[in-house]
């Protein structure tokens, strides 16, 4: 079983929608959690860290479930430099280690 | 805003060179990593690094794999002799703490090419 587990996607959609993201992982000593975003060739950027109350930056809502071991990002109003790639990341407590998904593409189109 | 800084953005070596990738982390981090990331796969913790150790290391991390910190702003990762495979971005990061209170900040990586 994968560790942090992503659709690839790609998500293709309109300028000013909304859409959603989710990650899976399988460790449950996951303690904490990150959307990184990565546009093509360079390096990850944070987006935001994801807190168990759930948390918005903007227009960015991320959400954890850890009974179900899942995060979901959301990002409403798209605009076309949101294109890029989404990357979930997890590391368990006591541990530096970020272990990342594969990411899911997004592509906002005029 | 400080930012990771990462020389040279593009290595290119033949197999069997050693090669030296640097890095200066965000001047008040204390936490330094790096991590590899081979065309079209996920990104990959290779070592972490604090107080002049290793604290943790993947099965990546073999014996051709070692880090330093020189002096007080350099971060390196040395590959002793380079493999086809060895070809990746390579990306140091910093953090202010570790575990999970650490948010993980990235340099531009340096793209490692090996013939």
């Known amino acids: 079983r994968k560790e942090v587990e992503q659709d690839p996607g790609p998500f293709n959609v309109p300028e000013g929608a909304t859409v959603a993201f989710n990650c899976t992982y399988s460790?449950?000593?996951?303690?904490?959690f990150f959307w990184y975003r990565q546009d093509c060739r360079k390096e990850p950027k944070l987006l935001m860290s994801v807190y168990s109350s759930g948390n918005e930056d903007g227009r960015f809502t991320a959400q954890l479930n850890r009974a179900s071991q899942y995060i979901s990002l959301l990002i409403r109003d798209s605009k076309l430099s949101d294109s890029a790639t989404y990357l979930c990341v997890v590391n368990q407590r006591g541990y530096s280690t970020l272990t990342f998904g594969k990411g899911t593409m997004l592509l906002v189109s005029p | 805003e400080p930012e990771v800084t990462q020389t040279p953005s593009h290595q290119v070596t033949q197999m069997g060179q050693e090669v030296i990738l640097r890095c200066v982390p965000i001047?008040?981090?204390?936490?330094f990593y790096w991590y590899r990331q081979i065309l079209g796969q996920k990104v990959e913790f290779l070592v972490s690094f604090y107080n002049n150790e290793i604290s943790e290391k993947s099965e990546i991390f073999d014996d051709q794999f070692s880090v330093e910190r020189p002096d007080g702003s350099n971060f390196t990762l040395k590959i002793r002799s380079t493999k086809l495979e060895d070809s990746a971005m390579y990306f140091c990061?910093?953090?202010?703490?570790?575990?999970?209170?650490?948010?993980?900040?990235f340099g531009p990586g340096t793209r490692l090419t090996v013939l």
């Open positions: 001047s008040n981090h204390l936490y």
């Open positions: 460790n449950s000593a996951s303690q904490s």
């Open positions: 990061a910093s953090s202010e703490a570790a575990g999970g209170r650490g948010e993980q900040f």
